[in-house]
């Protein structure tokens, strides 16, 4: 992925840009009214228009070198949030307002682990999200990183710590003792690129500037990721990494449901694992409604539903996978639906 980490979109523009977020949730309704939610994406991408903090031509200009220089969406490029860059939820806008080390917890010592992604952690009531921080700025106001040592006692840049203001990433030169948490206070970009119809925007805008009409010219978050295939992404995904069995050696089950997605990456870390499928009867005849993908270089997992108990084992190594089926079976008493898996 192409991006210029050391290309800053214009500050005047920004601070009168659009600039908001939201999330990708397909919701599925039957006929009935019921409805099942998929989360096609668990983090929100921040969407923006730049065009409105457009106010002279000197800035279209401005823009338009900016552009050119990034060509186009190909290379993303670092993005003030005028609304949330600071570690603390204290007003952004008000130029008093100052970061503090001990605004975030980034992490909890172990006593081994010295490196520490910065976050940003929203709480409403007893639910929180956690973003994580790949963009902190090194300017006036370079990171902030607090030790918890009955207080938090502030540590030194450069000999208690280093930052890679590329990734984010938080390296002490002494690891923390065990239960001592790691505070942050930062500022930070958001990466984000212009949207494939920036392009056309741009060169509409030009034409239009002296009517006092700018198309909209946008700019998307860069979201992490890797290669993936189509069906991973259709419909939804689900990871696990853990225990196969409960220290007192009960079976580890993973229920698998519309709501976390069609693909399931499951690596059990000991033996004894489960997943366990719905009701087939709740589903629609066909699919594939499910992939289960064993991941584990070690341990076996076995595929389960109520009425059958275990359909298929999927044997170690990290490269099975199984599609699973739905099929109605006249011949059962009463009929009704069957869960059928499939080797890939």
Known sequence: MGFHDDAIFPSQIAVDSTFGWGFQTAILTSKSGAEQRVARREMPQHVGDVSTGILDPEQ????????????????????????????????PCDPN????????????GDGTTQSFQLIKTYVDGNHEYVRKITKPIDGENPVLIGLSTGGTTSQVAASDYTVDYSTGIVTLATAPGLDQNVTAGFEFHTPVRFEADAD????VAFQEFKYGRIPAIGIAEILEGGVASDEFWFGGSFTYSGPGTDTNGASTTILLSAQQGRYNNINFTSAGGRVMLP???????GGPHFYVHNTSANNSLEIHDKVSGNLDTLP????????????YNPDLTPAGNIWVVLSN
């Open 279 to 285: 009701d087939a009867n709740t589903v629609q005849p």
């Open 60 to 91: 279209l200009l401005e823009l338009k070198a900016f552009h050119l220089a990034r060509r186009g969406a190909l290379y993303g490029f670092r993005f003030k949030d005028p609304l949330d860059h600071l570690s603390t939820d204290a007003d």
């Open 200 to 203: 056309k925007a741009i060169e």
């Open 316 to 327: 170690a190594g990290g490269s099975e996978l199984r599609s699973v089926m739905c099929y």
């Open 97 to 108: 307002t100052q970061i503090s080390h001990t605004d975030q917890v980034i992490g909890t």
